[in-house]
């Protein structure tokens, strides 16, 4: 509120309803700082999970993924052509990293 001495504007006290505000817009940005950490939280360990599968299911660890390999693995089955770029019938370790930056925006954690 603005107040005059008849020369001179006087500044009061900021009014309630600017207060206000400016406590919403901080809790906001505390709010959506708290999703985007929880957002990269979670493609970090689905990137990590996948990885790991792909360890896992890598029986004869010649680094490279065959649908035989996968069969039976209803997650990793299912997505086998979206991860096989270049459509070879096999999984490289470098489609894995490639389809990792792609879908989940983050590096693959280094293996072995
Ligand atoms: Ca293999
Ligand atoms: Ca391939």
Known sequence: MIQTNGTHAIRGPAPL????FAI????????TASFAT???????RAAQRDVAMFDALDRDKDGHLTIEEVRGNIDLEAR????????DGVITREELTRYI??????ASAPTR
């Open 17 to 20: 309803i600017v207060i206000r």
């Open 38 to 44: 929880d957002a990269d939280d979670y493609l970090r």
């Open 24 to 31: 919403a817009v901080a809790c906001a940005l505390c709010v």
């Open 80 to 87: 086998f052509n979206d991860i096989d770029i270049n459509r």
């Open 101 to 106: 930056a792609l879908r989940y925006g983050v």
